[in-house]
Structures are given as C-alpha cells and as structure tokens.
C-alpha cells in the first residue's frame, strides 16, 4: 500500500498527494496526520491536489474529515492546487468543502495560514 | 411500370421537348424568375428524363435556384410556388393536346414536379439549420471572455441568455485563467443577462462555489434593479456570496480585498498604493 509522505515546514504539515488514492491510504493518511499534528504540535495543515487529476465522493469527504480532525486539534487546513475539473466535479458531487479553506498554490497557502495566525494571535 | 403509365411518360415527354420556348416562356411569367436560371433546369429536367429519371442534376440545380433566391429575400415557399409553376405552363400544351394518354402523364409529371418542389423546400431548411448551428457555436466561442481587471482580479462580463452549456464554457474558462493567471478575485458581471431564473442562479452560484473551492473570491456584479426583485420573489439564497450592484463596486471591493487602497486627492489623478500583507 502506497502511504503518502507528511513533509514538516517550521510549525506547518504539508501533505503533496501524487498517487492515485485508494481507500486504505486515506484511513492511512488521516491517522498519521492526526498523529504527526499532535507530535509536532502543528498549526496548520496544507494538501497539496496539484497532481490529483480525478476526485470522487470519498475524497471529497477525506478533505472534509482532515480539515475537522485538524481543527480539533487546533490546526488550520488548507487545500491548494486544486484544477478547475476538479473543482467542477466537486460542485457537480454537492461537496462544496465548507469549513475548508482553499487557495491557488503553495505559496498564497502558506501566506494564507500566516495571515490567519497574525489575525488570531 | 405498366405499358399505358409508360407511354403516358413518353407523350409528356414530346410535349415538354415540342412546345419548350413556349412552355418555358409560360413558365418564367409565372415564377417571376430569371429565364436562364429556368431554362438551365428546364434542360436538365428534358436529360434526366430521358436517361431513366435520374434526378442528380435536376437537384443541384434547383439547389442552386433555393440558395440564390433565398440570398434574394423570396421565402422558401416563393421558391417552391416557383417550381409547381411548370406544372401550370406545361398544362396549357396538355390541354390543347387534349389525349388520354397526355392527361393520364400530367398527373404522373405533376407528382415529380410536387417532390422537386418539396425538395427546395428541404434545401433551404438544411442550408438554414447550418447556419443556425455556426451561429451558435461562434455564438459560444465569442462570448466568454475573461478579462484581467487589475494584478490578481479577474472579470467575466457576460453577456445573453445564459443556458447549461454556455455556463459550462464560462465555468471552465474563468477557473483555468484562475489557474494561468494566479488571481485571487475573479468579478461576474451580469449586466448583459436579460433574465435570470432558478436555472441560471444555479448555474452562477456553481461557478462561484467552484472558484471558491480553488482557493479565489468570486463575487457576482450587474444586478439589475428587476433582477434583484426577480431573485428574491423566487426565493433564491445567494447565501455569502459577495453581490454588487455595478463592476466599479465590485472592482473597488476586490481592491480593498486585496489591501490595494485608491485614494483620490485634490488632483483628478489617481494614486495606488500597495500594502504589504
């Protein structure tokens, strides 16, 4: 089974998907981000879909489920990258992410997850 | 084919070869067209009949006459009103001629002449269609542009009746200029939308959630006073979806989003300063 790497930058976990998921790697996924999030005591999570070509239901919920697990433990999400088909084929599904938060590429995730820090701290 | 049917044929056959400047004189009064237009297919009628009523010819010919008379403004029952004209002038030879067999092949030719007829018909409807479809297809490739309004801010100006296809054709346009260009505020215009229903607010509020999910801000710009009042009488939610009521509003929100501030002092000139967030 493929697992998917969770890089660490300073106090933020970054997660670049760039396989073709499969159900056993998401329950993988979720339970090593929920324990690499307590390990490092991270404040912010950002998953990478550049590469993810085609989404299903099952992802879409994955990426709802990591944002709430990460918020419990007081991490903000971020999804970045995500192509325009993907994003169609989400709304198509009804899945519009709601306590999600999006952005274009790595860099304005990163910049978006100081911008909410500066705002709360 | 029955030997009487056959000699019926051959008889009207004669008659159209015999009387020609006459019939055919008959004929360009009737159907007020040009004489050398008729007499083309007139000819082509005489040598499709007598090689065994093969009709090719004939139909690019009177193709021909639907196109050039529809270019003309007639209607494409003008045209055909033309063509059944032949039947009227080659009845007045029929009657002078006055046998049976003549009277038994001007039915036989009047069903001949009732498919060419219909035939022009047919030619002007198909030739119309095509030009319906290139219509619509240039229709769809013209009018969706995106247009950059300022670093990172983005506009749709849309413009006609939106239906499924076309606000497929926006959707996907607008979220991969999102992609190309990095911007973060993308602004849909609707001005130019004379209508809009549950569909087409479905339809917006896709695209929006959709841009939203990319990570940029989409707000909904140009809403008409009747329009506004149309959304709420259908009970439309727009939910927290940014609306404004004109372009300028939205670009100034989107502006402001961004930290770029437009200050406007004594001066008509315009100052832009950028804040670094």
Redesign the interface.
Same mark, same amino acid.
């Given at each position: 089974m493929d697992r998917v790497p969770i890089l660490k930058l300073g106090d933020i976990l970054i997660i670049s998907i760039q396989i073709d998921l499969d159900d056993q790697s998401v329950l993988a996924l979720q339970e090593d981000l929920a324990d690499s999030v307590v390990t490092h005591g991270a404040r912010g999570v950002i998953i990478d879909i550049t590469a993810v070509e085609i989404v299903d239901s099952f992802i879409g919920r994955m990426l709802a489920t990591i944002a709430a697990t990460s918020r419990l433990l007081d991490a903000q999400t971020v999804v970045v990258g995500m192509r325009p088909a993907v994003a169609i084929t989400l709304v198509e599904l009804g899945l519009s992410l709601g306590g999600v938060r999006t952005a274009l590429n790595l860099e304005k995730g990163i910049a978006l997850l100081d911008h909410v820090r500066g705002a709360t701290s | 084919m029955t030997v009487d049917a056959d000699v019926a044929r051959r008889r009207i056959e004669e008659l159209l070869r015999e009387n020609e400047t006459q019939i055919l004189h008959r004929w360009t009064l009737i159907a007020k067209a040009s004489s050398e237009e008729l007499s083309d297919i007139y000819r082509a009628l005489l040598t499709s009949l007598e090689h065994g009523g093969d009709l090719a010819d004939m139909r690019g010919l009177l193709a021909e006459l639907s196109r050039s008379r529809a270019r003309q403004g007639f209607t494409p029952a003008d045209t055909a009103r033309a063509v059944f004209g032949l039947k009227e002038a080659l009845y007045e030879a029929v009657e002078s001629d006055g046998g049976p067999e003549a009277l038994r092949g001007f039915i036989w030719f009047s069903r001949l002449i009732d498919d060419l007829g219909l035939f022009t018909f047919e030619t002007y409807t198909t030739a119309r269609e095509r030009i319906i479809l290139d219509q619509a297809e240039q229709l769809l490739e013209l009018s969706t542009p995106v247009v950059k309004l300022w670093e990172g801010i983005v506009a749709v100006p849309l413009v006609g009746t939106l239906d499924s296809a076309r606000t497929q054709v926006v959707?996907?346009k607008l979220?991969?200029t999102?992609?190309d260009t +990095? @911007?973060?505020h993308a602004v849909i215009d609707i001005t130019g939308v004379p209508a809009v229903d549950t569909q087409v607010a479905q339809h917006l509020l896709?695209a929006v959630?959709?841009?939203?999910?990319? +990570? @940029?801000e989409c707000v909904i710009s140009g809403i008409r006073p009747q329009i506004a009042h149309t959304i709420v009488t259908l009970g439309i939610e727009f939910g927290d979806i940014v609306t404004k009521a004109s372009l300028a509003d939205a670009l100034a929100h989107a502006l402001r989003r961004s930290g770029i501030e437009v200050i406007a002092p004594k001066a008509t000139r315009l100052a832009v300063r950028t804040e670094n967030?």
């Amino acid at each position: 089974m493929d697992r998917v790497p969770i890089l660490k930058l300073g106090d933020i976990l970054i997660i670049s998907i760039q396989i073709d998921l499969d159900d056993q790697s998401v329950l993988a996924l979720q339970e090593d981000l929920a324990d690499s999030v307590v390990t490092h005591g991270a404040r912010g999570v950002i998953i990478d879909i550049t590469a993810v070509e085609i989404v299903d239901s099952f992802i879409g919920r994955m990426l709802a489920t990591i944002a709430a697990t990460s918020r419990l433990l007081d991490a903000q999400t971020v999804v970045v990258g995500m192509r325009p088909a993907v994003a169609i084929t989400l709304v198509e599904l009804g899945l519009s992410l709601g306590g999600v938060r999006t952005a274009l590429n790595l860099e304005k995730g990163i910049a978006l997850l100081d911008h909410v820090r500066g705002a709360t701290s | 084919m029955t030997v009487d049917a056959d000699v019926a044929r051959r008889r009207i056959e004669e008659l159209l070869r015999e009387n020609e400047t006459q019939i055919l004189h008959r004929w360009t009064l009737i159907a007020k067209a040009s004489s050398e237009e008729l007499s083309d297919i007139y000819r082509a009628l005489l040598t499709s009949l007598e090689h065994g009523g093969d009709l090719a010819d004939m139909r690019g010919l009177l193709a021909e006459l639907s196109r050039s008379r529809a270019r003309q403004g007639f209607t494409p029952a003008d045209t055909a009103r033309a063509v059944f004209g032949l039947k009227e002038a080659l009845y007045e030879a029929v009657e002078s001629d006055g046998g049976p067999e003549a009277l038994r092949g001007f039915i036989w030719f009047s069903r001949l002449i009732d498919d060419l007829g219909l035939f022009t018909f047919e030619t002007y409807t198909t030739a119309r269609e095509r030009i319906i479809l290139d219509q619509a297809e240039q229709l769809l490739e013209l009018s969706t542009p995106v247009v950059k309004l300022w670093e990172g801010i983005v506009a749709v100006p849309l413009v006609g009746t939106l239906d499924s296809a076309r606000t497929q054709v926006v959707m996907e346009k607008l979220l991969q200029t999102l992609v190309d260009t +990095g @911007a973060e505020h993308a602004v849909i215009d609707i001005t130019g939308v004379p209508a809009v229903d549950t569909q087409v607010a479905q339809h917006l509020l896709k695209a929006v959630v959709a841009a939203r999910l990319m +990570g @940029a801000e989409c707000v909904i710009s140009g809403i008409r006073p009747q329009i506004a009042h149309t959304i709420v009488t259908l009970g439309i939610e727009f939910g927290d979806i940014v609306t404004k009521a004109s372009l300028a509003d939205a670009l100034a929100h989107a502006l402001r989003r961004s930290g770029i501030e437009v200050i406007a002092p004594k001066a008509t000139r315009l100052a832009v300063r950028t804040e670094n967030v």
